[in-house]
């Protein structure tokens, strides 16, 4: 109800702007005990991890987790923070979101803008939070395609004993020649790599961290072939199913739709589902399936959980719908 009033108010300001008040006015309401969400208990047990119920908050609304405490209070089973860098970056040039209210679509070319891996760090250290945090990682902007795997180990070696898994972001189309790594011997050095690494953590820190990938929705089935057999032989732990579209199926003739960036939103929601279908069939229930891409009900929820997810995220959804849809995906679940 509070949202609904709000958000035309969000929506007279640049994107980011209201992305940035909206944060902050979430930590202050926070700090006065106003915001919190009471929703049901509906756990579900997921790589190893009880998580209090299925409906998780997509990395990318809390770059640097300086909001983990406020987001809480919203409900989520579980939040994902990222994508994170091993070295500070300041992202693409402005604008680089973009609202597509005709269609509850949003088109962003963020870039990976963040405050380096050791001040999220600092972040996480800080709250109080005490339930299940992801940690999205990813590579800096300058760092050479083929030297990627090297920003990706710093990552999971800073954030091993902060994060309850830690998702592998190779799948955001802001990042120059990111997406190449799903695909041949890239994918393969990358999650060979990257599992030895992590075994080796579990070892030394006498803790198991799950490792989860996030895949992009604009796959073909050969792809979707080649990545779940790649995630089967290095026994990953877990795939988010998906990140946003370079497709403009959905928006065309939208004022901003000719923009550069991901699409995220309603128009994405059929596309990434089927691709999340894809992947549960190529599976085969081997390796557990996050869906993500175009929540804005609860109906929409249940229909990736048909589609094989055993958790769901929302982000773009909230945007449109508010708190609400929070709540309204766990009962619905």
Do not use: W
Request: aromatic share 6%.
């Amino acid at each position: 109800m509070l949202y609904s009033l709000a958000r035309p108010l969000l929506f007279s300001l640049a994107p980011e702007r209201a992305h940035e008040l909206t944060l902050s006015l979430l930590k202050s309401t926070h700090k006065m005990g106003l915001m919190r969400q009471n929703v049901p208990a509906k756990p579900v047990t997921c790589m190893g991890i009880q998580f209090p119920n299925p409906v998780g908050l997509a990395a990318g609304l809390d770059k640097n987790g300086a909001y983990i405490d406020a987001l809480a209070d919203l409900g989520f089973g579980f939040i994902e923070i990222g994508t994170i860098t091993p070295r500070p970056q300041a992202g693409n040039p402005h604008p680089r979101l973009f609202r597509l209210p005709k269609a509850k679509a949003i088109i962003n070319r963020m870039g990976f803008n963040n405050d380096g891996v050791d001040k999220l760090i600092e972040n996480v250290k800080a709250s109080k939070f005490k339930g299940i945090l992801g940690i999205n990682i990813g590579k800096n902007a300058d760092t050479p395609v083929e030297n990627a795997v090297d920003d990706y180990l710093i990552c999971l070696e800073k954030v091993y004993n902060y994060a309850s898994y830690i998702t592998v972001n190779i799948s955001s189309p802001n990042t120059k020649n990111l997406r190449s790594l799903q695909s041949g011997d890239a994918l393969t050095e990358l999650l060979s790599t990257l599992k030895k690494r992590q075994l080796e953590l579990a070892e030394e820190n006498s803790h198991y961290v799950p490792l989860v990938l996030k895949v992009a929705p604009d796959l073909e089935a050969e792809d979707v072939q080649f990545i779940s057999k790649q995630l089967i032989e290095f026994k990953i732990d877990g795939l988010i199913v998906t990140n946003t579209t370079l497709s403009r199926e959905g928006v065309e003739g939208l004022p901003f739709a000719e923009e550069a960036g991901g699409l995220s939103g309603a128009p994405v929601f059929e596309k990434s589902t089927a691709c999340l279908a894809a992947f549960s069939k190529a599976l085969n229930g081997e390796v557990p399936l996050i869906g993500v891409g175009g929540i804005l009900s609860g109906e929409q929820a249940v229909a990736k959980r048909e589609a094989g997810a055993s958790l769901v995220q929302v982000y773009s959804g909230l945007i449109y719908t508010g708190p609400d849809l929070v709540k309204d995906c766990i009962n619905a679940l």
